[in-house]
């Protein structure tokens, strides 16, 4: 009980700091919009152009059969409805070429013998050939190769189960064939006829779906980022060893002070956030209901808490105060960009994507993307609530070591 009445203290105490500090609350508000936003401005100018024209994919048809050419014509046929992708028949001398000129993203093929591996349960494989010069467009191909690769899977599944019943029947060998091709026509119809593959396994990059409202977002999550940041920084007191010695002696922890900064910073960044969020969508003319205000602003306070706690960790475990501030802005600097906020996360190299999923703020900002312009209804907080407990767990013995330490 104590504890949380010098708590409570140290938090009247920081906001009357802050109340002192008008022409700092100021600078803070305006500085972080001004030049974030004159950054995503520049970022987005580099990224949106290039993704103007679709992706140019070549097909190869090296089996020459009426499934694959029927793969083929179907596929060709999907994708011309699509303002994202082109696929288009070539022979593999022209996919050759059309790669070394640069002017196609991928080139796949349908190899010899697909038909036949098919209906005999055989092991099917795609290859794929990307150009090293359009390592993103190949990366969005990939999936659709991938996703061709399954489905194809299926189906193989569903005519063998047939063909397997088939052969226990006195049915023509040539009967039986055909009953195959039917049934791999009607699955093929319903995965590729209906426009299934192209629109469920094509990666979505909001960026370039809808580049004002996704930049724009991005742009307030990295105010609100600085913001809070800011706010923690100029909450910062010098104090003398006298001080800090008499503040001992009152029973007053290091601890206690930290989360009293920790709760000041966070109440008045997710103010102005919600008050810069509103202006948002507001000016977006987004339909935004309160439900959804709700789960958006508990992911915001979420993540707000988590990179707080780690800009406390720094301030406690390290010893010299400006190697602190140089830290923590660069850890901040280091949550931005991994989130996707500055640059699309589709833009990482692969071998970073696979990391991408576990870390917290390309959760939380994923999760605001779906919510803000996807009209996502529904919300996990999991894997945000697990680090937040974490976090506060871990700054907990920090704080716990710091002051056996400092005895």
């Known amino acids: 009980m104590q504890s949380i009445r010098r708590i409570l203290f140290f938090t009247n105490e920081y906001l009357k700091q802050l109340k002192k500090k008008r022409a700092t609350l100021l600078l803070l508000f305006l500085f972080p919009l001004v030049l974030i936003g004159l950054l995503v401005g520049l970022v987005a100018g580099l990224i949106i152009p290039a993704e103007n024209a679709p992706i140019r994919v070549a097909l190869v048809d090296e089996d020459q059969t009426k499934e ?46 697909f038909t036949e591996d098919l209906y005999e349960g055989e092991s099917v494989t795609i290859p794929m050939v990307g150009n090293p010069a359009r390592p993103i467009d190949s990366f969005i191909a990939k999936q659709l190769v991938d996703s061709l690769a399954r489905y194809i899977a299926a189906a193989q599944a569903n005519i063998l189960v047939i063909n397997d019943y088939a052969k226990e029947t006195s049915m023509p060998r040539d009967e039986r064939m055909e009953m195959m091709f039917d049934q791999f026509v009607d699955f093929t119809l319903f995965t590729l006829g209906k426009d299934k593959l192209l629109d469920e396994e094509v990666l979505k990059n909001s960026a370039t779906m809808s580049p004002l ?64 969020f509103y202006v948002m969508i507001k000016i977006l003319q987004i339909d935004f209901y309160a439900v959804d205000m709700m789960r958006f602003g508990l992911f915001a306070l979420l993540y707000a808490f988590i990179l707080l706690c780690g800009i406390a960790m720094i301030d406690v475990l390290l010893p010299l105060k400006k190697i602190v501030l140089f830290v923590q802005c660069l850890f901040v600097f280091g949550v931005v960009v991994v989130s996707g906020a500055l640059i699309p996360t589709l833009y990482f190299p692969q071998v970073f994507q696979e990391w991408i999923p576990y870390l917290f703020s390309p959760i939380a900002l994923g999760w605001m993307i779906d919510l803000l312009l996807e009209g996502r209804n529904y919300a996990d907080f999991t894997s945000l609530a697990i680090y937040a407990f974490s976090a506060c767990i871990v700054l907990w013995l920090s704080l716990s070591w710091k002051e056996r330490w400092s005895r």
């Open 213 to 276: 409202h996704y930049f724009v977002l991005s742009g307030w999550f990295i105010v609100f980022s600085v913001w809070l940041l800011s706010f923690y920084i100029v909450l910062e007191k010098e104090e003398s060893k006298a001080m800090a010695t008499r503040l001992k002696l009152f029973g007053v922890s290091v601890g206690q002070r930290v989360a009293g900064r920790l709760i000041i910073s966070l109440v008045t960044s997710s103010l102005l956030a919600g008050l810069a």
């Open 68 to 113: 694959s050419k029927l793969i083929s014509t179907l596929l060709t046929e999907a994708a011309s409805d699509q303002n994202y992708i082109e696929i288009f028949p070539a022979s593999s001398e022209e996919a050759e070429l059309l790669i070394e000129r640069n002017e196609i993203s991928t080139t796949f093929s349908l190899p010899k013998n």
